[in-house]
């Protein structure tokens, strides 16, 4: 299960010796399947920073050019772990140097960034795959199977609620404030609610018609660790209303901030059954979800992943367990030729329903005028 019987070597773009997401939740992911994967290198903005961030995480190759990284012969997949604008030029370097990549999500700042994006990795025949983790978390594969093999029958309606959280709540830190910022393409819209939207179309199946609102009602952000505000003009509130592809009724709705409790929740019913989905956090990509589910009258009742769902041994609970699985798929893929893991035209069919999203609440704002 390896590439030319090694593991497979990934050089990360955007890890840090200050941690963030790449540190947090791709480092532990990788090394909890060293048999599949080895950090082969790294990349950052400055070889300063790339030097630190080696030292801190024992990795053996650092570099400010991560062109220089995609060249590297010990280097078969690139993982693009940084801020969406950044996403475009970093992965064409990928590309170019006919490598493998893993491109976080969002893809790009827009769809037609992103659709480039897609037909620039199709045309060198690389394999691109997106992180959209939540389609490999344990509980929502889990949760996809018990809707595919009938578990509430024919799905009369769905809704769900959630927390987009910090810093969509009025309150920012000046190295976050930038996703308040509609033009980064990394807002509400495309993170939380993009993420949850994916998983929403992959388990119950996309949007017949759909209705949309999107407002910023904090347009004032605090810095916490300034004395200043900025102006926000990206949507902190997000509803969505309409019929799936098989007729059922669904609502969505994100507000920024967080909850006193709990920051997500979804039902699904159905003519046989009901399943509802909790969790602490309107971020479904982490995989940190309760299942309970009630067929007939049966009173609602735990429904936890079986163990099968479970591929690789990191913590249930952390933020690399979902990023972990979505790596055994990588892997699978790689190795077997398959096609389990999400790819760079799965995240097109997404950044198309956000974007279906936007356009519908721009003419219902037209319409307001």
């Known amino acids: ?25 791709h480092v532990p992911a990788l090394r909890a399947m060293p048999e599949r994967y080895a950090i082969t290198g790294l990349a950052a903005s400055t070889t300063e920073a790339a030097s630190a961030a080696a030292a801190a995480h ?16 010990d280097v078969d997949l690139v ?49 691109a795959f997106a992180g959209l983790q939540a389609r490999s978390a344990p509980a929502l594969r889990h ?20 927390a987009g959280g910090f810093p969509w709540g009025g309150m920012a830190t000046a190295r976050t404030a930038y996703v308040t910022d509609a033009e980064t393409g990394a807002t509400m819209l495309t993170i ?5 939207v994916d998983a929403f179309a992959w ?15 904090h347009r004032d952000v605090r810095l916490t660790d300034e004395d200043r505000s900025v102006a926000a003009d990206a949507p902190d509130h997000i509803a969505v209303s309409g019929t799936l592809a098989g007729g059922a009724v ?26 509802i989905v909790e969790g602490d956090s309107g971020h479904l990509q982490y995989g940190h979800v309760r299942l309970r589910g009630a067929r ?49 035209r799965d995240a097109i069919e997404t950044h198309r329903l956000l974007d279906r999203i936007e356009r519908s609440a721009a003419r219902s704002l037209e319409k307001t005028q």
Request: aromatic residues 8%.
């Open 250 to 275: 669904a609502s969505l709705h994100y507000r920024g901030g967080d909850w006193p409790s709990g920051g997500f929740r979804w039902e699904m019913n159905g003519s046989k059954g009901t399943l």
């Open 1 to 25: 299960m390896t590439v030319g019987g090694k593991p497979i070597g990934v050089g990360l773009i955007g890890l840090s010796a200050e941690g963030g997401w790449a540190a947090a939740a």
């Open 58 to 73: 024992g990795v053996a190759f650092a570099t400010g050019d991560a062109a220089a990284l995609a060249a590297r012969a």
């Open 296 to 344: 007939g009258t049966e009173p609602l009742a735990d429904l936890p992943a079986p163990a099968q769902y479970r591929r690789v041994t990191t913590d249930p609970d952390g933020y690399a367990d979902a990023v972990a699985h979505a790596y055994r798929a990588v892997h699978d893929d790689l190795t077997r030729g398959g096609s389990t893991a999400p790819t760079f």
């Open 143 to 162: 949760l996809r199977d018990l809707v595919a093999d009938g578990y509430v029958g024919e799905l009369l309606s769905t809704n769900v609620i959630g």
């Open 79 to 127: 993982v693009v772990a940084v801020k969406v604008p950044f996403h475009r030029e970093l992965v064409a370097h990928a590309i170019e140097g006919g490598k493998s990549v893993y491109c976080e999500w969002p893809l790009g700042r827009s769809l037609v960034e992103a659709e480039k994006m897609a037909d620039a990795a199709d045309a060198r025949s690389v394999s």
């Open 203 to 217: 388990i119950l199946g996309g949007f017949d018609r759909l209705d949309a609102t999107l407002v910023t009602r």
């Open 192 to 196: 939380p609610f993009g993420h949850m």
